[in-house]
């Protein structure tokens, strides 16, 4: 049984048990900065799942998640994903020579405003990778 990674005072758990989770964006990165993303996303109309590295990267394995999205700022747990997968990189130090390892990635230095994380989410949203 999947269990939640981070518990969310409002709304229910971000995995959802037995089924592939129904989210176009998978957010990876630390409890504070997830749930701000998660409130941000999904009042812009997205479905957003949120989890630790580890377990988030185990899900997609197991193919529990099929997001079009992840935005992480641990971007090396998803190298297996790397082609497959459009990568938004939060960070305030991003690393140069990872990002060339994603054919479809963008990142956001923080701090950012909810303006650029919107346009970054849009944008990669409507790419198609090669």
Known sequence: ?????????????????????????????DPFVSNFLRVVLQKHGHKVVIGAVGRASELLIQGTIAPALVITNNPEAFLPFAHNLPMLYIAANPDSDLVKQFPNCRVLRKPFRNEELLEAVEELSHSVLP
């Open 1 to 29: 049984m999947l269990m939640p990674i981070y518990s969310s005072p409002s709304g229910p758990p971000p995995f959802l048990p037995q089924e592939p989770a129904c989210a176009d964006i998978l957010v990876s990165e």
